[in-house]
């Protein structure tokens, strides 16, 4: 009866498959807003702090619990992905037959567009995903709106155009030009002229931070800031010229790529790199950062790309037989290698390495320059050397947008708003560090310290007993007497001792001194002399 | 009691006596007597001390003649003044303390018992004696010693305060039965005596001597201690929770007094006149009432006496007047106009084209300075982009890039076409010769005869070369104007001349070459002509990506290999695709979104490419082979990458030509290039050389302890015996902490990475120095510190509670003391419904009191 009745209750207690289902998922959500474990309180003596901090816990597990809930229900839409059946495999797919099954809006985003004249193409996308920037090699600039594939200006600089990115929206961008890097605004019209870069080669912008990063062809590492136009750090790197640039968008950290196959991380308060990696024999030709900031792809000029996990610093993954010369992580964690004219994606499905996903073949003698996913879309843009072109890859983007982060139906007023809030949210340089969530806690500890004073007098006892249990030699008749012998134990231990300066006697001494002086100090000059002195 | 009692008195009689001690004159016999009684005849050495001790004892026994008071003081009659009696004396209520302890007490007793005992001895013996000296009986002694008659005249009047002997000494007291004597026979005796025989019998009732008061205190505070523990053990839940709980809240209904219009409005009294009339029409019933109904008895009640509206119509009738004569005075004001703007008026119709119209002097005069202005136009050009500004702009591109300037010279050319138009109107007129001019030119180009053309246009322009005269009067003469004119037409000659070698170039030519720079310039537009000519040529070649084979993995090569044909099936369909899309496009709608208009600059740099593509190709199969020689060279790599970025026009056929020129030698197996590519380049031992270096930057390496010389090695000995070994020792201690530094290090396992370890000094404010106050470990706080709790991270519903001050109070509340409440011990904290938790505290007060009533 009684495992009957036990089984009644398990009975009661087990939920239909389905909700179970939403329960496991619901708790891996909840997992992920916990952001780690709380502290072990039974270790705390103080009763009042315990409990507090048992309510705040508690506090916190309900708002991850609502959190997930909330996007459990309110973020509906999906992400995209390809499914293949039977022998068919994902990366034998090719973009038309995508372009069947998909809907009509996403298949307009498949297109190519050939500007043969200004040379291979790089892209740059706005955080929302609804503004492209592309800069032709030889001068020509143009800004369009993705949504309604607006052409919003176009611009011939007349000069080489090595590098081109946003500023904080689509309002601003810079372009690094053959000798100056510039700042346009939206319309078209040059705004500033950064002379003190030099001739650059990458660009990138910091947007938590309002940085602009550049490296430029002697090496040299710039971070200025775009709200008030001061240079806030320039870095002499050291390892020659390079044109291999990326940010961590997780913590603002630089990467530069070297021919020596190194990869340094940089921060705009240190003129030493952070970080320095010897990942490939050969030169790096590309890096890219996965959005959570975890994992760094880099890939070498000797065919092998490899994956890092940025935490532990160790290689995660090598991919043999391709070099890619230019790499992009998508939002939900795709990798985009461009070569020659293949763009390669890979996936993380499984969760045991990336591994190949889907392909394109470009027209023969396309020269990719530059891949980057639009994000928020399941779009790759494809910068070449004959304009740029736009494939589909599912499950490439996120599918929920938060309007607070970055909004693609953003309204002029919305986005007023937004450039206020963000500036008022501006970091400063220093936060920049390899692991910002240290920011708060204690400093650490530096390398060295003063020892306390349980410390030297531990040491100081332990060096009496060593000295008072050293054994004594056997002597010769006359000198080995037993009063010479501990006289000479005596010695031994009092020069024990002396190695440990007396702190306190010193420190009273000093007291007194003072106080003596101070009394003279206080008293009217007249009276001075009477004061005593020691 | 009574012993003690009398022993405490005589001892304070005793203190009295010492001093009144002035007895008569007794004789020596007696004296002697008493001195035997003092000390018995018999006693022994060791009896001393209990003789002397009981002096004071037998003191109150001797008869004693005891002076008389003297009468002041005894206040007989109240005969004397009072006199005070200033010798000390103990108040009658004094107790020694000694007395007062049980102990003691029983103590005494036994030694009074003892003390008894042997005083009977003594008393037997010394009647004995008498008897043996007198011959009388000892009864007749025997009461002399038992009962001592004592003589005490009392200082005071008998009574409460002031006993009697008797009573002092214990004996005839009073007892109950004294009292009850009396009452024996009487109706209550009975039940008074047995009352009390009970009380005797109860113990209870019998008062103890109070207790020590250190004792008794200790005691009291015991108790104390177990009421207090009790009664603040209540509290404790209470404090704990309140200790505990998260938010504290102090705002209770708070009663802010007015908190309507309508209440304040209420109390409204009025107190001026107006205010009290106002206050009578507006509380009149009648009103109220009419306004309730329909309205209609407001007209009624609203009557204005005859007065009131005579007055009223009066002033209206005066307002308009004015204002009628306002209107009138302005109205012919207006009319009135000045000289100058008549003469101004006049002077407009004449110039008008309808006074031309009328005066046909006018006219003429009119289309002479038109006609003036045209020949000015065509012999200057002023209007073609001649100026020094628009040379300037269009040199710089400027006209493109900006609308400004754009728009000003368009503006410009306007004008000039318009001025240089040629004038159908005028041609009826007295005609011209210029207009005939036009006319054959127009002709001319009719007639398509360029030579014709030319020559005449040569001549033009050599007429216009000709006449340049200089005005001699009028604003031209001007010194600055002239100069001006000057400049214009040396700019104008030179134009000409231009013209003239042009025209004359043409002539030599035959006038072919014209047409061809007319087609070049204007839109040109991307089809597809240009740019499938480019890929088609590379796509026969199995240039893939995958093709080429990699020693590292031969499965990845054997897939691409079985993929090969189907990508090459694919991506020739994908190419037509989009081949075919643009040749829509380009039919269809020229100005779609897939072309671009940069034709001013489009035209020029294709035909560039296209011209030097032949060369390109050229240098570039140069290039390709060098690589291998280079190969060897131990920078080959950078050298190479360098040279890549440099030559922006190759790169961007680079795809092409290395396509086209792939035949002509063999491709080395990809290790192999590996190999050869960075056989001199040793990256990872540079990379660990570096780590080292930064190493010994961070963590510094201590140094060895050397021989300076000069310092311990003046003699040979010294020399032998080395370095001294305190300077080995703490060599030997230092290079530990260092090995452990570097153990301690990050990157100490990392053999591919360097760590940086330095301490960033501006980043050092970003972190707390010590723990914050309620802390004791770090990891705790780390752990508390690690969710955000700010709007962004965390659900609506949750930021509030998670953000909620310590103490929520209204400003202005009056915080009162804790009140006691009854606390579940096991009720977790909640803080969930603050606002109901708040209502609910007086409930449970009063719930409270309920209990503690049924509780006792």
């Known amino acids: 009866m009684e495992v009957a009745l036990e089984d009644n209750n398990l009975m009661e207690k087990v939920l239909p498959p389905d909700e179970q289902e939403i329960d496991v998922e619901l708790e891996a959500k909840e997992k992920k807003y916990l952001r780690g474990e709380g502290a072990n309180l039974e270790s705390l003596k103080d009763k009042k702090l315990k409990t507090q901090l048992a309510s705040r816990e508690k506090l916190y597990g309900k708002s991850a619990k609502a959190a997930a809930k909330i996007e459990k229900w309110l973020l509906p839409a999906s992400a995209g992905y390809l499914e293949t059946e039977g022998l068919e495999k994902t990366w034998r797919i090719k973009q038309t037959d995508i372009a069947k099954e998909v809907d009509l809006l996403s298949s307009r985003n498949q297109y190519d567009i050939v500007l043969p004249d200004f040379g291979p193409y790089k892209l740059d996308f706005t955080a929302s995903g609804r503004h492209m920037l592309a800069g032709g090699r030889k ?353 031994l231990v009092e020069n024990a001792k002396k190695t440990f300066p007396e702190l306190e006697e010193k420190n009273i001494a000093g007291k007194k001194r003072r106080i003596g002086e101070d009394a003279a100090a206080e008293l009217p000059t007249s009276l001075k002399r009477f004061a005593r002195k020691n | 009691m009574g012993g003690l009692k009398r022993k405490s008195s005589s001892s304070a009689k005793a203190l009295a006596k010492s001093k009144k001690k002035k007895g008569p004159h007794l004789p020596n016999s007696i004296l002697k007597v008493i001195a035997n009684q003092k000390r018995p005849l018999n006693s022994d050495e060791e009896d001393d001390d209990d003789v002397i001790g009981s002096d004071d004892e037998h003191g109150g026994d001797l008869y004693e003649y005891e002076e008389g008071v003297p009468e002041e003081e005894s206040r007989k009659n109240n005969r004397y003044d009072r006199h005070e009696n200033y010798d000390y004396e103990l108040p009658e209520d004094f107790e020694d303390e000694n007395v007062e302890s049980e102990d003691d007490d029983d ?109 008794r205190e200790r005691l009291e505070r015991k108790a104390v201690i177990g009421l207090v523990d009790e009664e603040f053990s209540k509290w404790v839940h209470l404090v704990k929770k309140n200790r505990e709980a998260p938010t504290v809240y102090f705002n209770q209904d708070v009663d802010l007094g007015y908190s309507t219009v309508g209440a304040i409005a209420s109390e409204f009294q009025p107190r001026t006149e107006f205010e009290k009339k106002m206050a009578s029409v507006l509380n009149d019933s009648e009103v109220s009432e009419a306004h309730r109904d329909d309205g209609a008895r407001l007209l009624e009640l609203n009557e204005v006496s005859m007065e009131d509206h005579i007055k009223d119509h009066n002033h209206i009738a005066k307002m308009r007047s004015l204002l009628f004569r306002h209107e009138f005075k302005s109205k012919r004001i207006k009319k009135i106009k000045s000289k100058t703007y008549h003469r101004l008026k006049n002077k407009d119709l004449k110039n008008s084209s309808l006074g031309a119209l009328m005066d046909p002097e006018m006219a003429k005069e009119e289309a002479m300075r038109q006609e003036a202005k045209r020949v000015e136009e065509r012999m200057t050009l002023k209007h073609r982009n001649t100026g020094k500004w628009a040379k300037r702009m269009i040199s710089r591109g400027l006209n493109v890039k900006y609308d400004g300037p754009k728009a000003a010279i368009a503006e410009q050319l306007q004008m000039n076409a318009n001025l240089s138009r040629k004038m159908n109107s005028m041609r009826d007129g007295s005609s011209s010769d210029e207009s005939d001019d036009e006319e054959e030119f127009n002709d001319g180009s009719d007639e398509d005869t360029p030579s014709r053309l030319i020559a005449k246009a040569k001549e033009k ?65 991307f089809g597809a002509t240009a740019k499938v000519e480019a890929p088609k040529e590379s796509r026969k070649d199995s240039d893939n990506f995958y093709d080429d084979s990699d020693s590292d993995n031969d499965m990845a090569r054997i897939e691409d290999n079985n993929i090969e044909p189907v990508r090459d099936n694919a991506s020739p369909a994908r190419n037509t695709i989009t081949e075919t899309e643009f040749d829509d496009d380009v039919a269809g709608n020229p100005a779609s979104k897939t072309t671009f208009d940069v034709a001013m600059f489009a035209s020029g740099s294709w035909k560039k490419m296209t011209g030097s593509k032949n060369t390109e190709s050229k240098k570039a199969s140069k290039k390709t082979r060098a690589p291998i020689p280079q190969a060897q060279d131990k920078k080959g790599p950078r050298d190479e990458e360098s040279g890549d970025s440099e030559s922006e026009a190759e790169q961007m056929v680079d795809g092409v030509l290395t396509s086209t020129s792939k035949e002509t030698f063999e491709v080395p197996s990809q290790a192999e290039l590996i190999n050869r590519a960075f056989a001199g380049d040793d990256v990872l031992d540079e990379f660990e050389k570096d780590k080292e270096e930064v190493l010994n930057q961070e963590v510094p390496k201590p140094e060895k302890p050397v021989l300076v010389p000069g310092w311990g090695d003046w003699t040979n000995i010294q020399k032998k015996r080395g370095i001294s070994k305190q300077m080995v020792q703490k060599h030997d201690a230092e290079k530990k902490e260092w090995e452990q530094g570097l153990k301690t290090r990050k990157d100490a396992r990392l053999k591919h990475v360097i760590i940086s370890e330095k301490v960033d000094k501006k980043a050092e404010k970003l972190h707390t120095t010590t723990l914050p106050f309620p802390f004791t470990s770090k990891e705790v706080f780390e752990h508390s510190m690690r969710m955000p709790i700010g709007p962004e991270f965390n659900p609506s519903t949750i930021v509030g509670e998670l953000n909620r001050p310590e103490v929520v109070k209204k400003t202005g509340v009056i915080i009162k003391p804790v009140k006691f409440e009854e606390v579940n011990p096991n009720d977790e904290v909640d803080d969930e419904h603050p606002r109901n938790h708040q209502k609910q505290r007086p409930k449970k007060k009063t719930s409270r009191r309920q209990g503690k009533v049924k509780s006792k």
């Open chain 1, 139 to 491: 001068g020509h600039l143009a800004l369009v709106d993705m949504m309604n594939m607006n052409l919003i200006k176009e611009i011939h600089v007349r000069e080489t155009v090595r590098d081109v990115a946003f500023l904080h929206n689509d309002q601003f961008f810079a372009a690094a030009q053959k000798k100056y890097s510039y700042i346009y605004a939206r319309d078209g019209t040059e705004l500033h002229c950064l002379k003190e870069r030099g001739p650059v080669a990458r660009l990138r912008f910091l947007k938590n931070h309002f940085l602009l990063a550049s490296v430029n062809k002697i090496g040299q590492l710039h971070y200025q800031d775009v709200t008030y136009g001061d240079m806030v750090a320039s870095i002499r790197t050291g390892k020659g010229r390079t044109d291999v640039m990326e940010v961590n968008p997780y913590n603002g950290v630089v990467a530069l790529g070297h021919s020596g196959g190194t990869v340094t991380m940089w921060k705009p308060t240190s003129q030493a790199p952070l970080v320095q990696m010897q990942c490939h024999p050969g030169p790096v030709s590309a890096v890219a950062f996965h959005p959570n900031g975890h994992l760094m792809a880099t890939s070498g000029k000797e065919r092998k790309v490899k994956i890092w996990d940025l935490r532990k610093f160790e290689e995660v993954q090598t991919i043999h037989g391709f070099h890619a010369k230019t790499l992009s992580f998508s939002q939900k964690g795709l990798l985009a290698a461009g070569t020659g004219s293949f763009v390669q994606v890979l996936g993380d499905s499984s969760g045991g390495g990336h591994s190949r996903y889907m392909s394109h073949p470009m027209v023969k003698g396309y020269q990719v320059e530059k891949v980057m996913f639009r994000p928020y879309e399941d779009v790759l843009g494809i910068g070449h050397s004959m304009g740029w072109s736009s494939v589909l890859i599912p499950g490439s983007g996120e599918p929920n947008f938060d309007s607070w982060v970055a909004n693609p139906f953003e309204t002029s007023k919305q986005r007023r708003e937004k450039e206020v809030h963000l500036l008022l949210d501006k970091l400063p340089p220093e936060t920049i560090m390899l692991d910002p969530s240290k920011i708060g806690a204690m400093r650490p500890s530096r390398r060295k310290e003063k020892p306390t004073r349980g410390e030297i007098e531990a040491e100081k006892e332990v060096a009496i007993e060593a000295a008072k249990s050293v054994e004594m030699k056997k002597k010769t008749k006359g000198r080995n007497k037993p009063s010479k012998r501990t006289k000479k134990k005596k010695e």
């Open chain 2, 461 to 525: 322009t050599l007429k216009a070369l000709e006449d340049d005269e200089v005005p001699n009067a009028g604003l031209m003469s001007l010194p600055f104007m002239a100069r001006a004119m000057k400049k214009k037409n040396e700019e104008a000659n030179e134009e000409a001349k231009r013209a003239l070698e042009e025209y004359e170039e043409w002539e030599n030519s035959g006038g072919e070459n014209s047409k061809k720079s007319v087609t070049v310039s204007g839109r040109r537009v």
């Open chain 2, 107 to 215: 103590g005494g007793n036994t030694d009074n018992d003892e003390a008894e005992g042997d005083d009977d001895d003594d008393d037997d013996r010394h009647t004995r004696m008498l008897q043996s000296l007198t011959g009388m009986p000892s009864a007749a002694f025997e009461g002399e010693s038992k009962s001592k008659p004592v003589l005490f005249t009392e200082a005071y009047p008998e009574g409460e305060f002031n006993p009697t002997r008797d009573v002092l000494e214990g004996k005839n007291v009073l007892t109950e039965e004294d009292f009850l004597a009396p009452l024996e026979g009487t109706p209550g005796y009975q039940k008074t005596s047995k009352q009390i025989a009970r009380m005797r019998k109860d113990t209870k009732h019998v008062v103890h001597a109070p207790l020590p008061k250190p004792q």
